[in-house]
């Protein structure tokens, strides 16, 4: 079942105490972007990204045994799990690829999450981590294909919309598609919504060519945060019945939104948390006169070494 707007408030009323509201920030038009930009600065929130909504929201909507939850991630995804389970005394299991970051891997085992890297990207450590629960009986926590998850993202749009009513468009980065959903359902056709994905992972691109969901081989700066080898069906179907355009940035770009955002903002983020400025420095979003964009900045789990770079 698709989530809806009511979803999106129950949730916000189930995690309601649990999770930060982020602030705004507005960026005068005399930056790169030319235009003004308002900034959703969601990297504020607990563990470093967006991620807490979903997981507290799933976790508080089921009933947790003593076998506590498990998951697949990333990084990101896996952290706010393990986060939420230790704000309600249940154990977790986190299955994160090789490729994931140190920065976020080590957070994990600080957190007290029992971690288990596995392959090389993140459908292979889905896939372990699907065997792994089969045999446990785990509660697990989809890191973006599970109705509870993305009404649970959907609250940070909600929030969005009643601290800036005057919003026009939302521009968002896509991995495997939670972030999307959430979007899609809280928002309806109240504002326009862009997506952005790194080309080396476009996984709503693709699915939209071909019409469903289809594999897509991952790679690049942002793969530990938007490198889902398939969309999940339910932002699929939620984006199509919307008409959303996918847009896609180059890792250069990506990189250069990252120096950008410090450089200007004084403002952390990890290659997918850029990407959707990225999109907008780098001209793939027109911008109309007089909108009012709002760009979401969705992750801080950056390695500090690389801005510096």
């Not at 896996?78 to 986060?83: E, F, S």
Request: hydrophobic content about 50%; some cysteine.
């Amino acid at each position: 079942m698709l989530p809806t707007a009511e979803d999106v408030v129950e949730a916000g009323a189930r995690i309601a105490g649990r999770v930060r509201q982020t602030p705004l920030l507005t960026l005068a038009a005399d930056t790169a972007a030319g235009v003004p930009l308002v900034l959703k600065l969601e990297q504020l929130q607990h563990t470093g990204s967006f991620k807490p909504r979903g997981a507290f929201n799933t976790l508080l909507a089921a009933k947790v045994g003593s076998e506590g939850v498990i998951c697949a991630s990333g990084g990101n995804h896996g952290i706010a799990v393990a986060y939420a389970a230790r704000e309600l005394g249940v154990p977790a299991e986190v299955f994160v690829p090789l490729s994931s970051s140190p920065v976020k891997v080590k957070l994990l085992r600080a957190l007290g999450a029992k971690v288990r890297q596995v392959g090389s990207v993140y459908a292979e450590a889905l896939a372990a981590m699907t065997e792994r629960q089969a045999s446990t009986g785990a509660l697990e926590v989809h890191a973006y294909d599970q109705p509870a998850v993305i009404a649970g993202q959907g609250t940070l749009f909600a929030e969005w919309l009643q601290q800036d009513p005057q919003l026009d468009t939302v521009v968002v980065a896509v991995g495997g598609g939670g972030l999307l959903g959430g979007a899609l359902a809280a928002i309806g056709d109240r504002v326009r919504l862009v997506a952005v994905e790194p080309h080396r992972a476009p996984t709503l691109a693709s699915a939209l060519d071909a019409g469903e969901p289809v594999d897509v081989e991952v790679s690049g700066l942002a793969a530990d945060s938007l490198g889902a080898r398939r969309i999940g069906r339910l932002a699929f179907e939620l984006a199509r019945a919307r008409g959303v355009v996918s847009l896609t940035v180059g890792d250069d770009e990506i990189r250069a939104a990252q120096h950008w955002l410090w450089s200007h903002a004084r403002i952390v983020t990890e290659p997918g948390g850029a990407a959707a400025v990225a999109a907008v420095l780098g001209g793939h979003y027109r911008t109309r006169p007089g909108e009012r964009i709002g760009v979401l900045i969705c992750g801080a789990n950056a390695d500090l070494a690389s801005l510096a770079a």
